[in-house]
């Protein structure tokens, strides 16, 4: 599966942001998504995870109650909405794929998915 990801851009803390992430091939249902950033000079973290279905979510502690991830399996397209923005999360944002069928990595890891697409920046000024 071939992933882009979009919706990047600057915004001032506070504020807030969509991220998308469309993915080309066939039925993505038994899919599992995961958005993962990385600032500079920093490791690749995971910041939430959604299952196949959608039934089930994941969300680091940064960004729970904030973030919320969903999905349009139709659309073959998983969003990312970011609300109140800080300056801590100001990063290169991934999206990522794995086939995990009815099952959900309980705990992300960038080796818990093996499809990425190209990073958005996400930049929050203070």
């Known amino acids: 599966v071939q992933l882009q990801a979009s919706g990047g851009g600057l915004v001032q803390a506070g504020g807030s942001l969509r991220l998308s992430c469309t993915a080309s091939?066939?039925?993505?249902?038994?899919?599992?998504f995961g958005w993962f950033r990385q600032a500079p000079g920093k490791e690749r973290e995971a910041v939430s995870s959604i299952s196949g279905s959608g039934s089930s979510t994941w969300y680091a502690d940064s960004a729970q109650g904030r973030f919320v991830i969903s999905r349009d399996n139709a659309k073959k397209t998983v969003y990312l909405q970011m609300n109140n923005l800080k300056s801590e999360d100001t990063a290169v944002y991934y999206c990522?794929?794995?086939?995990?069928?009815?099952?959900?990595?309980?705990?992300?890891?960038?080796?818990?998915?093996?499809?990425w697409g190209l990073g958005t920046q996400v930049t929050v000024s203070s």
């Open positions: 990522a794929a794995e086939d995990y069928g009815l099952g959900f990595p309980a705990f992300p890891t960038v080796h818990a998915f093996s499809s």
């Open positions: 091939g066939s039925t993505l249902d038994y899919y599992a």
